[in-house]
């Protein structure tokens, strides 16, 4: 089975940085997944890590340590408008993702 | 059609009904996938398909079946509505090689079960 945290809510004031983290346990790695949901609207893909290291893509950045079981997201130059959840989600080696209970972030002017 | 597509998309349903939710995709992709939401607990996967004529089971399937005839649809049927199946329900579709393979979420279907 899979194991994935990540804290509830973060709040944070436009124009800083979040960083929001996801630590895992699971019985098969085959990559790691953001995505980013607006309140009453679907997940869309923001990133995705399978090798160690940082992949960065404008203001977002995502970070994997294959052994620690970590990954962070790392949200720079907040705008009121990246108020949302962002859900972790790992891949076994099928093609299923298994997702943590998201992280709700809320941006404050 | 642009994407992946649900219907209905929002329901409120009698307990013991039956009920099938529709997804249909444009995007080719080999795999499907239905999801349930609920506060606290994330999206959890209830059913899957890795290709047309084949499907598997997800972590919450109890209550639920899918059938995948075609490559573009993939239904969800509760055959016997109970208050537990309240939730929102989110299809997915993903290529099965090349890139990333993420998944493409649909807009969604909010279901109550009195």
């Known amino acids: 089975g899979q194991n994935i945290d990540q804290p509830t809510e973060m709040t944070a004031t436009e124009g800083a940085i979040v960083q929001i983290n996801c630590t895992y346990q699971t019985s098969g790695f085959n990559g790691l997944f953001w995505y980013q949901q607006h309140a009453g609207e679907a997940p869309t893909f923001l990133s995705y890590n399978v090798l160690d290291g940082l992949e960065e893509k404008g203001r977002f950045s995502s970070f994997l340590s294959r052994s620690k079981g970590y990954s962070y997201l790392l949200l720079k130059e907040l705008q009121m408008k990246d108020s949302a959840s962002y859900l972790c989600a790992v891949r076994d080696g099928d093609y299923k993702l298994s997702f943590g209970a998201g992280t709700t972030v809320t941006v404050r002017a | 059609i642009a994407g992946i597509t649900q219907a209905p998309t929002s329901q409120i349903l009698a307990a013991g009904r039956r009920m099938t939710l529709r997804c249909t995709q444009d995007?080719?992709?080999?795999?499907m996938y239905w999801y349930r939401q609920d506060l606290g607990l994330g999206l959890r996967l209830i059913h899957y398909?890795?290709?047309?004529?084949?499907?598997g089971k997800g972590e919450v399937p109890d209550g639920y079946s899918v059938s995948r005839a075609n490559t573009d649809d993939f239904p969800l049927t509760l055959a016997s509505a109970v208050p537990s199946q309240t939730s929102v329900y989110f299809c997915?579709?993903?290529?099965?090689?090349?890139?990333?393979?993420?998944?493409?979420f649909g807009p969604g279907t909010r279901l109550t079960v009195l």
């Open positions: 995007m080719r992709h080999n795999a």
């Open positions: 398909s890795n290709t047309a004529g084949t499907t």
């Open positions: 997915a579709s993903s290529r099965t090689s090349g890139g990333y393979n993420e998944q493409f």
